[in-house]
């Protein structure tokens, strides 16, 4: 029997020799014959093989997922051998073409890496659902409990490390580090790296792999979102359902692929955990929190608030806040120490309604207020409380009335205060009060602080309408003429830059070119709202005062894409009443913030103003001006008067305009 087996493994090799060279006929008769001697050398197993050959004589070009082992290493040893037109089986899951020995619930084959992550165990040490890599007779652990485990250590003959040791040679273990890889050309990047699998045709490394993981795109075939590492009959990449495929990158519970996140996508998984961390005791979602939980799934960007959601301090103070710990109020955040994530949490809440809004800059001066205060002699604390109460923060309110308060007028706030407080302390020093400080004493201080005087006119001021001082006075400074240090040359090659660069944000161009072209203030421009942009016309215009000023191109079709770009906070920015919001949810674009964005562009934001201002003021009567450009009449004068203009050439104009139309007129006639 063995001699007749052998005879008919012979004939049936003989007959498989010749068909490889109908298939493939550069291939040689003899390199089939080698391969089939290396890869099953016992006799045995060789008829096995010839025997499936001659049940399925289509095997080399089936690619039948089914066929036995032995086989789709005979096509592999083939492929690797030059041979193009066999067909080896794909895995069911991953795609790539290797050696199925593994059969998954629903039948079909994987590979062993697809089929060991397809059977997923919780671990007897970690308790994760994972792949088990090691079984004892109390317990399984999954790879990384494996690797921590000391059994598992080896002293790797290369390094010298005892560690988790994964090959075994003749010089003995090698670590992770230390031992070979089985590289292959990557097809994206053209790198010999270790392939993580078969993509687009062609091995893919494990670097390009989470790139192509991690940029959807647009399905020419489905037009959905998903991950293109599938090629069509015509070349073009598309997703795995449109070519036939299992997605590997598909979530488990939706299906999507353009937000991946493990097994899951972010959606799915920001969905469950937002979910749980506004649910009350009782189960349900917090009645005064659903306002947050709404804005929170309505997000672009997912991954970003999971990010938020495991390292803020406010995914915390919502969590106290569901199960009513701390109130949803000003007051009880009032309680809780300051801190950026707090103040972000607070603006977060006042955008989405849950809280009533609140002017942050002015609330936040009266806890520094209370602080200063109590560092002070009662009687100059009652003087410093009096001024700051009727004098600064009510200038301030009425700012913040009018969404005219910024940061930098609260900086100068402060600094009127601190100026009152510590001219009342040098009195002190000096052994004399408020009461009876001379005029030689206010210029004794002066002498020694002279950068103080700016910030103590209005105190001497207030203190005199009240009759607490004498009739002190002090030095008034002059406000000097602006210098215009911007050459015209360079200022227009700066409007060029920004008009055609197109790698830098879209918010600073359009920023930078109101400042370049309109001499805008950046105070100004970082509180715009979409109502001053009109695109109804014919062109699009932009209204800084009183009249609407058409844009020349191509600032039109910037300013008309910057409307549909607009955001920079993740949360309740959509709709957004500002032009160009904030970090923070429902606040405009810090001045500070872009004039700092400006600077990084090369525009030097008062240098470029007072060039802009000077040259309109030069081309445009002041009164016109001060309408276009929304600045008052003394300051266009002032400009105009600066560029050797005034209010006669407008006149002028007005009678030349009156005069030509009374000649039309009497023409017509």
Same mark, same amino acid.
């Given at each position: 029997?063995?001699?007749?087996?052998?005879?008919?493994?012979?004939?049936?090799?003989?007959?498989?020799?010749?068909?490889?060279?109908?298939?493939?006929?550069?291939?040689?008769?003899?390199?089939?014959?080698?391969?089939?001697?290396?890869?099953?050398?016992?006799?045995?197993?060789?008829?096995?093989?010839?025997?499936?050959?001659?049940?399925?004589?289509?095997?080399?070009?089936?690619?039948?997922?089914?066929?036995?082992?032995?086989?789709?290493?005979?096509?592999?040893?083939?492929?690797?051998?030059?041979?193009?037109?066999?067909?080896?089986?794909? +895995?069911?899951? &991953?795609?790539?073409? /290797?050696? %199925?020995?593994?059969?998954?619930? =629903? @039948? *079909?084959?994987? !590979? $062993?890496? #697809?089929?060991?992550?397809?059977?997923?165990?919780?671990?007897?040490?970690?308790?994760?659902?994972?792949?088990?890599?090691?079984?004892?007779?109390?317990?399984?652990?999954?790879?990384?409990?494996?690797?921590?485990?000391?059994?598992?250590?080896?002293?790797?003959?290369?390094?010298?490390?005892?560690?988790?040791?994964?090959?075994?040679?003749?010089?003995?273990?090698?670590?992770?580090?230390?031992?070979?890889?089985?590289?292959?050309?990557?097809?994206?990047?053209?790198?010999?790296?270790?392939?993580?699998?078969?993509?687009?045709?062609?091995?893919?490394?494990?670097?390009?792999?989470?790139?192509?993981?991690?940029?959807?795109?647009? +399905?020419?075939? &489905?037009?959905?979102? /998903?991950? %293109?590492?599938?090629?069509?009959? =015509? @070349? *073009?990449?598309? !997703? $795995?359902? #449109?070519?036939?495929?299992?997605?590997?990158?598909?979530?488990?519970?939706?299906?999507?692929?353009?937000?991946?996140?493990?097994?899951?996508?972010?959606?799915?998984?920001?969905?469950?955990?937002?979910?749980?961390?506004?649910?009350?005791?009782?189960?349900?979602?917090?009645?005064?929190?659903?306002?947050?939980?709404?804005?929170?799934?309505?997000?672009?960007?997912?991954?970003?608030?999971?990010?938020?959601?495991?390292?803020?301090?406010?995914?915390?103070?919502?969590?106290?806040?569901?199960?009513?710990?701390?109130?949803?109020?000003?007051?009880?955040?009032?309680?809780?120490?300051?801190?950026?994530?707090?103040?972000?949490?607070?603006?977060?809440?006042?955008?989405?309604?849950?809280?009533?809004?609140?002017?942050?800059?002015?609330? *936040?001066?009266?806890?520094?207020?209370?602080?200063?205060?109590?560092?002070?002699?009662?009687?100059?604390?009652?003087?410093?409380?009096?001024?700051?109460?009727?004098?600064?923060?009510?200038?301030?309110?009425?700012?913040?009335?009018?969404?005219?308060?910024?940061?930098?007028?609260?900086?100068?706030?402060?600094?009127?205060?601190?100026?009152?407080?510590?001219?009342?302390?040098?009195?002190?020093?000096?052994?004399?009060?408020?009461?009876?400080?001379?005029?030689?004493?206010?210029?004794?201080?002066?002498?020694?602080?002279?950068?103080?005087?700016?910030?103590?006119?209005?105190?001497?001021?207030?203190?005199?309408?009240?009759?607490?001082?004498?009739?002190?006075?002090?030095?008034?400074?002059?406000?000097?003429?602006?210098?215009?240090?911007?050459?015209?040359?360079?200022?227009?090659?700066?409007?060029?830059?920004?008009?055609?660069?197109?790698?830098?944000?879209?918010?600073?161009?359009?920023?930078?070119?109101?400042?370049?072209?309109?001499?805008?203030?950046?105070?100004?421009?970082?509180?715009?709202?979409?109502?001053?942009?009109?695109?109804?016309?014919?062109?699009?215009?932009?209204?800084?005062?009183?009249?609407?000023?058409?844009?020349?191109?191509?600032?039109?079709?910037?300013?008309?894409?910057?409307?549909?770009?607009?955001?920079?906070?993740?949360?309740?920015?959509?709709?957004?009443?500002?032009?160009?919001?904030?970090?923070?949810?429902?606040?405009?674009?810090?001045?500070?913030?872009?004039?700092?964005?400006?600077?990084?562009?090369?525009?030097?934001?008062?240098?470029?103003?007072?060039?802009?201002?000077?040259?309109?003021?030069?081309?445009?009567?002041?009164?016109?001006?001060?309408?276009?450009?929304?600045?008052?009449?003394?300051?266009?004068?002032?400009?105009?008067?600066?560029?050797?203009?005034?209010?006669?050439?407008?006149?002028?104009?007005?009678?030349?305009?009156?005069?030509?139309?009374?000649?039309?007129?009497?023409?017509?006639?």
């Amino acid at each position: 029997m063995v001699r007749c087996s052998t005879l008919t493994s012979m004939q049936t090799l003989d007959a498989l020799v010749a068909e490889i060279a109908t298939v493939e006929p550069e291939l040689a008769a003899t390199t089939v014959r080698g391969i089939l001697e290396v890869l099953v050398p016992r006799p045995e197993k060789r008829t096995i093989l010839l025997q499936h050959f001659d049940r399925f004589p289509n095997l080399l070009t089936s690619g039948d997922p089914l066929m036995p082992p032995i086989v789709q290493r005979l096509l592999e040893r083939l492929a690797a051998a030059g041979a193009v037109r066999v067909v080896r089986p794909h +895995c069911a899951v &991953c795609g790539g073409e /290797k050696i %199925l020995c593994r059969r998954l619930p =629903d @039948g *079909r084959k994987a !590979c $062993a890496h #697809c089929g060991r992550v397809a059977d997923l165990k919780p671990c007897s040490r970690c308790g994760n659902m994972r792949v088990i890599t090691r079984r004892t007779n109390t317990e399984q652990l999954c790879l990384r409990c494996y690797r921590h485990d000391p059994i598992s250590h080896k002293t790797c003959s290369r390094c010298g490390r005892d560690t988790y040791a994964v090959v075994r040679l003749e010089s003995g273990w090698l670590c992770t580090t230390c031992a070979p890889r089985k590289l292959e050309r990557c097809g994206q990047c053209g790198h010999d790296r270790n392939p993580r699998t078969v993509l687009l045709g062609a091995p893919i490394c494990r670097l390009c792999y989470q790139q192509l993981r991690r940029n959807p795109g647009t +399905c020419p075939a &489905c037009v959905q979102i /998903k991950v %293109l590492a599938y090629l069509s009959d =015509d @070349g *073009r990449r598309i !997703c $795995a359902t #449109c070519a036939g495929e299992p997605s590997p990158f598909a979530c488990a519970d939706c299906g999507r692929e353009d937000h991946q996140y493990g097994r899951r996508c972010a959606v799915c998984v920001l969905t469950e955990r937002a979910t749980a961390l506004l649910t009350t005791a009782d189960g349900t979602v917090n009645c005064g929190l659903e306002p947050v939980l709404s804005a929170l799934l309505a997000v672009d960007r997912p991954k970003s608030t999971l990010f938020w959601l495991q390292q803020s301090q406010g995914a915390d103070l919502l969590r106290r806040m569901a199960v009513g710990d701390i109130a949803i109020s000003h007051n009880a955040l009032d309680a809780v120490p300051r801190t950026r994530a707090l103040d972000y949490l607070r603006d977060f809440l006042a955008a989405l309604g849950v809280l009533p809004p609140q002017h942050v800059e002015l609330e *936040r001066l009266t806890p520094w207020l209370r602080t200063i205060l109590a560092d002070l002699p009662v009687a100059d604390a009652r003087v410093v409380h009096a001024y700051a109460v009727w004098h600064v923060l009510r200038r301030t309110r009425a700012k913040a009335d009018r969404g005219q308060l910024t940061a930098a007028g609260a900086r100068n706030d402060r600094a009127l205060i601190r100026g009152a407080t510590h001219f009342l302390g040098w009195l002190t020093e000096h052994g004399t009060t408020l009461t009876t400080a001379r005029q030689s004493d206010l210029d004794k201080y002066l002498v020694e602080h002279p950068g103080r005087v700016r910030f103590l006119v209005g105190f001497l001021t207030w203190t005199h309408d009240r009759r607490l001082i004498a009739d002190l006075r002090a030095p008034r400074q002059q406000r000097a003429e602006p210098d215009v240090t911007l050459a015209d040359d360079h200022r227009w090659s700066i409007v060029e830059e920004l008009l055609h660069n197109e790698t830098l944000p879209l918010d600073t161009r359009v920023a930078g070119l109101f400042v370049l072209l309109f001499g805008q203030p950046v105070t100004r421009i970082c509180r715009m709202t979409p109502d001053q942009i009109a695109t109804t016309g014919p062109g699009v215009t932009v209204r800084f005062g009183d009249d609407p000023i058409l844009l020349p191109a191509p600032l039109d079709e910037l300013t008309r894409a910057l409307l549909h770009r607009r955001g920079r906070s993740s949360y309740a920015s959509k709709p957004n009443r500002w032009l160009f919001p904030g970090g923070h949810p429902g606040r405009h674009r810090s001045a500070d913030v872009l004039r700092n964005q400006l600077a990084q562009t090369g525009v030097t934001v008062r240098s470029a103003r007072n060039a802009a201002l000077l040259q309109l003021a030069a081309e445009v009567p002041a009164p016109i001006l001060a309408d276009l450009l929304g600045i008052s009449p003394n300051t266009a004068v002032n400009w105009a008067a600066l560029a050797s203009q005034d209010w006669g050439r407008y006149t002028a104009l007005r009678a030349e305009n009156r005069t030509e139309c009374s000649g039309n007129i009497a023409h017509n006639e």
